[in-house]
C-alpha cells in the first residue's frame, strides 16, 4: 500500500455553485455576441468544459478568466465595475448571439425579386 500512487481526477462537482463571477463572465460573452465554442477555443478548452463552468459545475483558475475578460474585449477594471455593480450589463437570451441581423429584410427582398420575377414572366407570356 505504501508505494501505490494515487491519481486524483477533478471531475465535475455534484451541485451547481453560480458565483457572481460566473454570471458576470456569462452576460459579458452574451453581451459581446461571442458563441460559447468561439470563447472556449480562444482559451484552449473544449465548448463542454466551457458549458460546465457557465452553469456551474466546474470551476477555472483565474488565470483562465482573465483570458476569458481579455477575450471578452473588457478591461479588469470593467470587470471589477460589473461584480460591484457599478456597471450593469443587460439581460439578454443566450440565443441573441445567433440572430441574423436584417435576416426578415433580406427575406423580404427575396420576396419581392420572385414576384418581379413571375409577374414578368407572366407578362412575357401575354405577348
Known amino acids: 500500500m505504501e508505494n501505490e500512487t494515487f491519481k486524483i481526477k477533478i471531475s465535475r462537482l455534484r451541485k451547481k455553485i453560480i458565483t457572481d463571477d460566473i454570471i458576470a463572465l456569462r452576460k459579458m ?8 465554442e468561439v470563447a472556449a477555443q480562444s482559451v484552449g478548452i473544449s465548448p463542454k468544459t466551457m458549458e460546465r463552468f457557465e452553469n456551474g459545475r466546474t470551476t477555472f483558475p483565474e488565470e ?3 483570458a476569458l475578460i481579455r477575450r471578452y474585449r473588457y478591461s479588469l477594471q470593467e470587470y471589477s465595475d460589473i461584480l ?19 435576416l426578415r429584410i433580406s427575406l423580404l427582398e427575396k420576396a ?15 405577348i
Open 29 to 36: 460573452r452574451i453581451f459581446r455576441k461571442i458563441p460559447r
Open 64 to 66: 483562465r478568466k482573465k
Open 84 to 102: 460591484d455593480g457599478k456597471m450593469v450589463l443587460p439581460e439578454l437570451p443566450a440565443r441573441s448571439i445567433y440572430r441574423i441581423p436584417n
Open 112 to 126: 419581392m425579386v420572385h414576384r418581379d420575377q413571375r409577374s414578368a414572366s407572366t407578362f412575357l407570356n401575354l
